[in-house]
T-cell receptor, first 115, second 110 residues
């Protein structure tokens, strides 16, 4: 069964450093997303991406964050100048359609720890 | 506003019993989805029910949706130890954005 692949599975970084989280969505999916889950809390929407553009973003997704699809397969989330409160699980997801008619396929996540 | 609140927060049952989890939400939706998350792992899509549907089945899963009450339930029949996980409802209101609930932690005791 096709899956969304995320790397690395765990990233430890020093406060103030930049990190890039990588995702390979399902090949025929056109819509891509990032979500995050702070330990013990809800899964929160960050951003959606379609046709090489951000289509929607939450208030969490400020200038510290950026997304990119640098080639035909990867979808990345860059977090600049990381803060302690950025520590969370970051999930990438993809879907065929924009309304997730068949649901969203999530990756296994990257656990980001900022120290 | 809180969109997607599950109850109970935690549920412990014996293997073979049925597990029922409920989800309430506040605004109109396009669809409602249920996901499962094993501890420390990713989210697995279980089932999606559209706003014009009232009930849907998939294997041992049965989902109902009552848009007048803005609530949904997930029933897992004949539970197994492997069903132990957290279960989240997620509502889709607009385009390309899903809002997750707080989750129900289900423990199935062998």
């Amino acid at each position: 069964e096709p899956e969304v692949t995320q790397t690395p599975s765990h990233q430890v970084t020093q406060m103030g450093q930049e990190v890039i989280l990588r995702c390979v969505p399902i090949s025929n999916h056109l819509y891509f997303y990032w979500y995050r889950q702070i330990l013990g809390q809800k899964v929160e929407f960050l951003v959606s991406f379609y046709n090489n553009e951000i289509s929607e973003k939450s208030e969490i997704f400020d200038d510290q964050f950026s997304v990119e699809r640098p080639d035909g397969s990867n979808f990345t989330l860059k977090i600049r100048s990381t803060k302690l409160e950025d520590s969370a699980m970051y999930f990438c997801a993809s879907s065929e359609g924009g309304r997730g008619e068949n649901g969203y396929t999530f990756g296994s996540g990257t656990r980001l720890t900022v120290v | 506003s809180q969109q997607g609140e599950e109850d109970p927060q935690a549920l412990s049952i014996q293997e073979g019993e049925n597990a029922t989890m409920n989800c309430s939400y506040k605004t109109s939706i396009n669809n409602l989805q249920w996901y499962r998350q094993n501890s420390g792992r990713g989210l697995v899509h279980l089932i999606l029910i559209r706003s014009n549907e009232r009930e849907k089945h998939s294997g041992r899963l049965r989902v109902t949706l009552d848009t007048s009450k803005k609530s949904s339930s997930l029933l897992i029949t004949a539970s197994r130890a492997a069903d132990t996980a957290s279960y989240f409802c997620a509502t889709e209101r607009g385009y390309q954005k899903v809002t997750f609930g707080t989750g129900t932690k289900l423990q199935v005791i062998p």
